[in-house]
């Protein structure tokens, strides 16, 4: 698998009184890009949720490089690093004309939504996972 | 009932690229003090819940008066202004040293859970709430 | 001026523990659509910075009507109801397939960045909205 | 320096449409926690801006261990690890009832406000900062 490519802008909203984007925010734009890689291989958060199951983030180790502007045209560049039975990890970058100005590995673990106990990842997620993450080499 | 007072402090996460409060986060700030006057009257958003029934806004009417600022000590003021059978509307107000910043009126409806209809709002909870609103005449 | 339309997705970020887009986030999302608009116009938010005035919101009058879900496609609709030497009113409306599920009227003010008080809005600006404006009867 | 502790409360805002806390709020939850540390140490943000420097976070490194929930009552508690010319290490829980829900290092360095580039935390803070650090062991 190719790194997958998600497009952003940054609005007021994401600013804060420093004038660059309020850097928790990168997290949200990296969520995005994890969830439209995702729906890209066919599954949506709903697809996830109603088996019981859901992916919550359990760890996230984000470096900040340069700040992003107002205004600025983004791109999360995201790739799977590690598939596990019961987790994933996301390494991402959030970038500018190529240039990075956050990045990030975040650990997703697939919960029981009930008891939010860990459980194996769906097995039609995880084999298309694999599948996805096997190509890479 | 006299009005319920509830202070607050702007941080960092609150502010925008105009270095001031983005103004959707009023509306964060008023829901804490509509939150905070509802559990002073002994109702957690909690408890709402358990009867499959939840309040939901079904309307904002706010105006801008002036910006408040990173590190501003602000008070959100709520008084209710009108308690329907399924609804009810929120006078507030937010303000810095006794100067109003931003104040408005929100509708607050009671709808089930499931169906996202308007239901009647809880007996217990209306009581109380009939009580305050009664005794502020 | 036909009506501005612009898309964008529900992610986790926008919604709350009722299950549904938390509603003080419509207004973010119709930002973005003023925002967008006033691009497709030829004016970033940085032009109007650079005079040393700014655009802000005095005021919001938001209904809702049905809740959005994560996941849901949206669309912003924006037209501009009226224009003033130193504000304008946008007519906003988030629909889900043609469905509107919350609309509002937004205020917004052009005003001397330092000073916040308000001040006219930057003639090339006015006139490339009031040419938009008239044409739209 | 003991720890330093911080109280909040979990209101609708912070949550998502898993019920419980969004997990990208925890660092909001962390930053209001070193705002009120240095605060504790007489530095508000503004003190910092007006020398043409401002804190920005350059790390974040974070676990999440169990969810909050609406309504809950968390502390942040907050010690600073590291000390250097430009930048610090704060380490961070999110706790409710003394169980920790998410733990986190934060690298927060020292930068100016034009260039963003690092510099010297200015002396006062720095000298103030050393003090309470070597109490520490």
New interface residues.
């Given amino acids: 698998m190719s790194d997958h490519h998600f497009p952003l802008?940054v609005?007021?909203?994401d600013?804060?009184?420093?004038?660059?984007v309020?850097?928790?925010n990168y997290?949200?734009f990296m969520?995005?890009g994890r969830?439209e890689l995702m729906r890209s291989l066919g599954f949506?958060?709903?697809a996830i949720l109603e088996e019981g199951r859901?992916f919550?983030?359990?760890?996230?180790?984000?470096?900040?490089l340069?700040?992003a502007?107002?205004?600025d045209e983004l791109t999360v560049v995201t790739s799977i690093s590690k598939l596990a039975r019961s987790y994933l990890i996301f390494r991402q970058q959030v970038v500018r004309s190529g240039e990075p100005l956050c990045q990030g590995e975040i650990k997703v673990a697939c919960v029981e939504?009930a008891s939010?106990k860990p459980v194996a990842i769906p097995g039609t997620v995880h084999s298309v996972l694999k599948q996805q993450f096997s190509l890479r080499k």
Avoid: F
């Fill in positions: 802008r609005y007021i909203e600013t804060d009184a420093g004038g660059i309020y850097y928790v997290l949200k969520e995005r969830t949506g958060k709903a859901m919550v983030v359990h760890g996230a180790d984000v470096r900040y340069r700040p502007q107002l205004d939504q939010m």
